[in-house]
Nanobody, 124 residues
Framework: QVQLVDSGGGLVQAGGSLRLSCAAS????????MGWLRQAPGKEREFVAG????????YYADSVKGRFTISRDNAKNTVYLQMNSLKPEDTAVYYC?????????????????WGQGTQVTVSS
């Protein structure tokens, strides 16, 4: 089992920045690729960004490429999502998730463990 705790969400104006964190405990964190996914009201949960177990490979949804950066610190069992130039359409609950695959995946069904989610609201 892997336990994930998301944090760092909040209310920010358009153009602002937020940094989300996800602290992991349980099984060896470095065995898992990690992802951030989000879910807006009335919409399906969608992939935002993913990072391989070593941190050497990252993937982004086209909608956030160039604005968001995913990173991880395996010594601290933590994955981050730096979000810059935020837009109102980024408003959603953001979830970190872990997959037993060693590479990042865009498929939400591949993720085995989920955080509780953190709300991000971007005002116009």
């Amino acid at each position: 089992q892997v336990q994930l705790v998301d944090s760092g969400g909040g209310l920010v104006q358009a153009g602002g920045s937020l940094r989300l964190s996800c602290a992991a405990s349980g099984r060896t964190f470095s065995n898992y690729a990690m992802g951030w996914l989000r879910q807006a009201p009335g919409k399906e949960r969608e992939f935002v960004a993913g990072i391989s177990w070593s941190g050497g490979m990252t993937y982004y949804a086209d909608s956030v490429k160039g604005r968001f950066t995913i990173s991880r610190d395996n010594a601290k069992n933590t994955v981050y999502l730096q979000m810059n130039s935020l837009k109102p359409e980024d408003t959603a609950v953001y979830y970190c998730a872990a997959t037993g695959l060693h590479i990042a995946t865009r498929n939400r069904d591949d993720y085995d463990y989920w955080g509780q989610g953190t709300q991000v609201t971007v005002s116009s």
